[in-house]
């Protein structure tokens, strides 16, 4: 399935981490079986500068284990169980996957939306080379776009990389949960960047206003995770361009109704 002009990519969260573990082969697999038009994953670096596509900074949330990720090698990360505490039974032998190895899997079949993950690394140059020269491997100027919250990092890969589309992921502020991520940068700096193709933010901070805003500089608003049907519909109604979800099969069935 692809998107139609009048409603927005629907793209997978993590895989479609509704109904399996977050990043692992078999999420992947549910997301293609259901139609999504795009896969959103996060991507790693490892002790031996290779790559695996793992969320969180340590461990502990998905593995049970203590850790960070960047301290293990991708063989010994790729060994390890990625659905500890699911909760749902029948996954215990899902292993958190390498970048290679999910590249191979999904070329041909779906898009994806890779967010490069580098907290801690000051100029990680050799893990975007990496990163790169893998995607070029699967012709993945094709079907996979590169999105960061870290501007720094989208600067350097693009210089690399310039044939990927690139997206800016941005984060404003929570007064509750004082969260504010790329301080430096400022919506309108986003806007007037030539090689963002789009910005990607929560969906709690949309507003109709706020997406004709950044269509009028050209560039496409995409958000983040919206499960609940309501707040899709609206967002559809107001022409956001993409929507990341942990169930893509409500976007799909609220497309087919509105297409009839």
């Not at 692809?2 to 977050?22: C, D, N």
């Not at 010994?76 to 039974?89: D, E």
């Not at 990927?164 to 984060?171: D, G």
């Not at 361009?241 to 169930?247: A, F, L, R, W």
Request: overall charge positive; charged content about 25%.
């Amino acid at each position: 399935m692809t998107a139609t002009p009048s409603f927005p990519k629907i793209i997978a969260h993590r895989g479609a981490s509704g109904y399996a573990p977050e990043n692992t082969m078999v999420a992947f697999e549910k997301a293609i079986s259901l139609g999504c038009d795009m896969i959103e994953v996060d991507v790693r670096p490892t002790a031996d500068h290779r790559a695996v596509i793992y969320h969180d900074r340590r461990l502990k949330r998905t593995t049970g284990l203590p850790g960070s990720v960047r301290k293990f090698t991708e063989s010994q990360l790729t060994a390890l169980p990625a659905a500890y505490r699911y909760a749902i039974p029948g996954y215990e032998d899902q292993k958190i996957p390498s970048l290679d190895q999910m590249l191979s899997a999904l070329q041909g079949r779906c898009s994806l939306l890779l967010e490069i993950k580098a907290e801690g690394l000051i100029a990680p140059v050799d893990f975007l080379r990496f990163v790169g020269e893998t995607l070029n491997k699967f012709n993945g100027d094709q079907w996979v776009t590169v999105q960061s919250f870290d501007s720094g990092l989208l600067r350097r890969f693009h210089r690399m990389f310039p044939e990927y589309s690139i997206h800016k992921l941005l984060v404003f502020r929570l007064p509750i949960f004082n969260v504010q991520l790329d301080r430096s940068l400022k919506v309108e700096d986003a806007l007037k960047n030539s090689y963002y193709r789009a910005i990607n933010v929560d969906h709690r901070f949309l507003s109709p206003r706020f997406i004709k805003k950044v269509h009028r500089f050209g560039k496409e608003v995409y958000c983040w995770t919206v499960n609940d049907k309501i707040r899709m519909k609206k967002l559809v109604e107001w022409q956001i361009d993409g929507i990341i979800t942990n169930y893509p099969d409500r976007l799909l069935a609220l497309r087919e109704n509105e297409n009839g």
